[in-house]
């Protein structure tokens, strides 16, 4: 097991911390912390470099490519930076954005065009205007998208779960056969991190799967069905808007 920070002696974690500096982020690692940063719905999110959002954990202008802990994230400096950005790509369609210097031409970036729902002391609620497809953004910076089953399980009141879907993710080492047989909670200690996450009981309510393992590339997929962590304001909201919500359809001919 990789030691972590707070294991190290003063000394070794600045060194590590200047080794970071100097070296291209990994990126299948936290973008604040440089640890592991495996994607889970509410915990751990990704940004991929074409949505152009500006990375303010760079030394120089760049565009985020890669995970986010959330609990990194609630403690940054940065954090009203990112979430003034991050609520703008969520409301803007293509647009047009300066590039990352003076003498770079303009870029052009493709929002996701949701429209604001919900406003509250702790979060924001944006519905998409084409889809059964929401967003949810908290003020100290984490997200996380949900859809229709989600919503119906609010309505219904049940605690709604993040959608059972593969993903995908490059280990730092290689764990070996031994990958196959962790549960969640052993795969984010292996890798020295499950104390970016949750406590062990939380972990315990997180539907893991492993599906596969390739070593040459350290790839692993996996699903990881999370309880979704909302905030007391937007459950009471969503409760109401489930009741009233008509789900988008489609004609025909255009299915």
């Known amino acids: 097991m990789r030691?972590?920070?707070?294991?190290?002696?003063?000394?070794?974690?600045?060194?590590?911390?200047?080794?970071?500096?100097?070296?291209?982020?990994?990126?299948?690692?936290?973008?604040?912390c440089g640890d592991p940063a495996p994607p889970i719905d509410g915990r751990c999110g990704e940004i991929i470099g074409y949505r152009l959002v500006r990375d303010p954990w760079s030394d120089s202008p760049s565009f985020l490519d890669g995970n986010l802990h959330f609990s990194c994230l609630e403690k940054t400096d940065e954090r009203g930076q990112f979430h003034a950005?991050?609520?703008?790509?969520?409301?803007?369609?293509?647009?047009e954005i300066p590039g990352l210097k003076s003498s770079h031409p303009p870029l052009t970036r493709m929002g996701l065009s949701m429209r604001p729902v919900f406003s509250g002391d702790e979060c924001d609620i944006f519905q998409s205007r084409l889809s059964d497809r929401w967003m949810l953004v908290k003020k100290t910076g984490p997200w996380f998208g949900f859809g229709l089953p989600q919503l119906r399980a609010i309505g219904s009141g049940e605690i709604p779960v993040s959608a059972s879907e593969v993903t995908r993710y490059r280990l730092p080492v290689d764990l070996g056969d031994k990958v196959g047989r962790y549960g969640l909670s052993e795969l984010l200690e292996s890798l020295g991190v499950a104390h970016r996450y949750a406590d062990a009981d939380e972990l315990a309510r997180v539907q893991y799967r492993f599906r596969d393992y390739y070593a040459p590339k350290r790839l692993i997929d996996y699903v990881a069905v999370a309880p979704l962590p909302l905030p007391e304001e937007a459950r009471t909201f969503l409760a109401a808007h489930a009741k009233t919500y008509t789900p988008v359809t489609f004609d025909e001919e255009d299915a």
């Open 3 to 32: 030691p972590t920070a707070a294991c190290l002696p003063p000394l070794l974690v600045i060194s590590r911390q200047a080794e970071r500096s100097q070296e291209p982020m990994d990126h299948s690692s936290c973008r604040i």
């Open 85 to 95: 950005e991050f609520v703008h790509l969520v409301q803007a369609g293509h647009e």
